[in-house]
């Protein structure tokens, strides 16, 4: 049994990046764990008043446990970091709680954002994700993988995502969909990529390249043999 855990930017990342794979693995026998690092409601307000998004927050923080109980992951960990605003934040302060949560389920594989997504959070999260796992000897994490988010990864210009680890989610896509039902206020209309119809189409783009019905594609960070 590997432990897992995926650290993503916002509420519904971790189920557009890797929540087919991760259901895998979690019938595999593997336990899984989640980090969601911003609030995720704040970045359309003219100023961050996060007085005025309790009711909203307290929703989304309901869908996040409710997609996570769908694969069966073991235990969520929800921050508070300013939506769309991570570069406001200290990079030490992102770190310190990755390092925290690390500590705790001493993970043997992560999984967490590409470093050239367009969106800010993401690219963050990415670097303090490196910074918090050195490769320093003790070090409980093998492998580092990042996966791509719908909206943010191929809105990027020029397009560098480069996947070289492909997973078979064929038996567990309708699990990925399942979970991304429960982000209600999350989930947009096709033709937006971040939509049902947006998910199947990748999952199929990727599953037709590989010769597979359904994939997730992932680019190998580091990995320790």
């Not at 890797?18 to 704040?42: D, H, M, S």
């Not at 490196?130 to 990027?156: C, D, H």
């Not at 979970?179 to 119809?197: D, F, G, T, V």
């Not at 590989?210 to 043999?225: D, L, N, T």
Request: hydrophobic fraction near 40%.
């Amino acid at each position: 049994m590997k432990k897992i855990l995926a650290i993503v930017a916002h509420p519904d990342d971790e189920v557009l990046g890797c929540f087919g794979t991760l259901a895998r693995l979690i019938q595999e026998g593997n336990e899984v764990y989640t980090l969601i690092l911003g609030e995720g409601k704040t970045s359309r307000d003219e100023k961050r008043d996060i007085s005025n998004k309790k009711d909203e927050i307290s929703l989304l923080n309901s869908e996040i446990m409710d997609a996570n109980n769908i694969i069966g992951v073991k235990k969520v960990f929800i921050e508070s970091f300013p939506d769309n605003r991570f570069d406001s934040v200290d990079l030490l302060d992102i770190i310190k709680v990755i390092s925290k949560v690390k500590e705790e389920i001493e993970p043997d594989i992560i999984f967490t954002h590409f470093a050239n997504d367009l969106n800010i959070d993401h690219q963050i999260t990415y670097k303090a994700v490196i910074t918090a796992t050195r490769p320093m000897q003790g070090e409980s994490v093998k492998e580092i993988y990042s996966f791509e988010v719908l909206s943010s990864t191929e809105w990027n210009f020029p397009l560098s995502f480069s996947p070289d680890t492909f997973y078979d989610i064929s038996d567990t896509l309708d699990l990925k969909i399942q979970a991304m039902q429960k982000y209600h206020s999350e989930l947009c209309r096709y033709p937006h990529p971040r939509s049902l119809e947006g998910i199947e189409l990748s999952a199929k783009y990727w599953g037709m390249r590989m010769g597979r019905k359904y994939i997730e594609a992932f680019q190998s960070v580091r990995i320790i043999k």
